[in-house]
């Protein structure tokens, strides 16, 4: 096997293309590296360890039932972090309100992390994969100081690096600075994240939708119409499309980043914004899929990336993928709303 390189490694020749780089943010993707691991080492024995499946009891700001294993990602990503005094605080799924890190080494530090520490985490119990998603961003307020919300709420145009961990039938980590995507496999027999997916691309065009039809009565009439169109025999012998929905975000965007193909969540009668999180789970993955040539957007052609957040927790509808299949659903969205426009003339 020829040598391959290491994401230790490749962190190190990264910051060394930026001769004004001081490694702050090196030392902090080496702290999610770290975190992964041990989370990775516990979501893979969530059967065996009683104290690690099922619920904590509680639930957190979304309302959602909190598993053992969403606190528990949760207390490591901000151990991890705040331990490397690269970060002034941190924005989580999991947290109500965002968390300052008030060390004088942290009040000093350039940047913030917002994070959904365990996407998915429904699936624990049931042994799907599920992931982690991050997302970096330098700090607006004044360096020295106690970390503010003007910190957090910022569009995901600028992002400085986003990524996510996979945890499944192997442990991978995916991220970029900005100049490509590149995905990392752990090797848990020596403990090592192996560059195994340089410069990932999503395909122009795809065949896999992602999306929960159950929710298909609820659904906006363009998004409706969009799914019997990949439904139709066109020709009669020929399948267009195939359905691939595993009810976790990060696998699903994973597949179809590799594969081609769209994951959908769109507004919906019972979620009228969507279900999923501008910050922490749309724009991190709208950061990654453009610059590996794919879009995301809300479904009326607004780039995600773009969208001005008001609150920590807002959602978004949420349209990702290959970018001509993201162009194909909004021209379903547009007929749709433009049907409904002559209707009421
Ligand atoms: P639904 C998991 O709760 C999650 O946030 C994503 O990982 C997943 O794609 C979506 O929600 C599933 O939502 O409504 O289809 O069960």
Redesign the pocket.
Known sequence: MGRITTLGEFIVQSQSNHPEAKGELSRLLSAIRLAAKVVNSQTNKAGLVDNIMGNVGTTNVQG?QQKKLDVYANDVFIDALQARHELCGIASEEEDDFVAFTSKECKNAKYVLLM?PL?????IDVNVS??TIFSIYQRQSPVGTVATMEDFLQKGVEQVAAGYVIYGSSTMLVYSTGNGVNGFTFDPTVGVFYLSHPNMRCPKSGKIY???E??YPHLPSGVRNYIKHCKELDPPTKRPYTAR????????FHRNLIKGGI?L?PSNSL?PNG???LLY?CNPLAFLVEDAGGKATDGRGKRILEIEPKELHQRTPFFIGSSNMVDEVEQFLEESDTRKAVEVM
Do not use: T
């Not at 929905?245 to 699903?252: A, E, M, N, Q, R």
């Open positions: 959602e959904d996407d998915g985490s429904s699936n599920i992931g992602s999306i929960n159950g929710n929905y595993i009810g976790s975000l990060v696998s699903d994951y969540y979620a279900k999923l999180r789970e």
